[in-house]
């Protein structure tokens, strides 16, 4: 799996404007919406469900990175934003510092594999410290794509 295969390229957002962890994933899930990628699903009504799914567990995993997801009948196969700030967001991390990407995820409701194959390939790529900084440098939104196609060659050679 690549991120190619389940990153919205119009959901991409260079420079989040919202400054909490709920604004934020409105914004991203409204550029879903915009991008029409959220199937019968509502802006707002995604949003609300990702920060309830929040507010169990927070998903800042540590090291400037964020990875809200929610299982959604609005969506058929996964999808996700990504979206970068410079500022750093609150996001109640397991290393208690600030967030600068987020990645949210939507995932179908009823296909656990599909959803563990696109973590698994996030979480996989978060781990290379370069990745990570790339996308936290990234001004733009070509910039973030370069990130993502990258990440795929590499995945592709190895």
Known sequence: MRFSDFVCFDAIV???EAED????????AGALGRAGALGSGKP???ARAVIKREEEASTGMGKGVAVPHVKTSAVKEAVAAIGCCGGGIDFSSLDKQPVYTVILLLSPIGNA???LQVMECIFRNLQNEDFRRFLRQAQTVEQIKETIMEADADASAN
């Not at 962890?21 to 409105?26: A, F």
């Open 14 to 16: 260079a420079g989040l």
């Open 21 to 28: 962890r709920d604004g934020v994933i409105l914004e991203l």
């Open 44 to 46: 707002d009504e995604i």
């Open 113 to 115: 594999d599909a959803h």
